[in-house]
């Protein structure tokens, strides 16, 4: 049984920064994309990052671009999401997701995901 717990949410804010973690187990890490999706009361969840199987790929949406950074360590079956310049729109609760394909690459669908963690909250006040 894969399992996903998230950390590191909290009360920042505008302009600080939080890093987030999601430890995973009951498969192989190393060998599945990760992602973290977020969302905001009455919005959809949206796709925040994403990073491939082996770190070596990612991809950011464009509210994120240049100001999170996703990354992981394989050794430590850990995703980390460091968020700088938080902005009040960034309040959301932030979850992380493991892909569903073996040997994944960057995965921009919530289909693409398998298992999900149970979120974090995340509020940046202005």
């Known amino acids: 049984q894969v399992q996903l717990v998230e950390s590191g949410g909290g009360l920042v804010q505008a302009g600080g920064s939080l890093r987030l973690s999601c430890a995973a187990s009951?498969?192989?890490?190393?060998?599945?994309?990760m992602s973290w999706f977020r969302q905001a009361p009455g919005k959809e969840r949206e796709l925040v990052a994403t990073i491939n199987y082996s770190g070596y790929s990612t991809y950011y949406a464009d509210s994120a671009k240049g100001r999170f950074t996703i990354s992981r360590d394989n050794a430590k079956n850990t995703v980390y999401l460091q968020m700088n310049s938080l902005k009040p729109e960034d309040t959301a609760v932030y979850y992380c997701?493991?892909?569903?394909?073996?040997?994944?690459?960057?995965?921009?669908?919530?289909?693409?995901?398998?298992?999900w963690g149970q979120g974090t909250q995340v509020t940046v006040s202005s």
């Open positions: 009951g498969r192989t890490f190393s060998r599945y994309a």
């Open positions: 997701a493991q892909g569903a394909r073996l040997l994944g690459s960057v995965e921009v669908t919530i289909k693409g995901y398998d298992y």
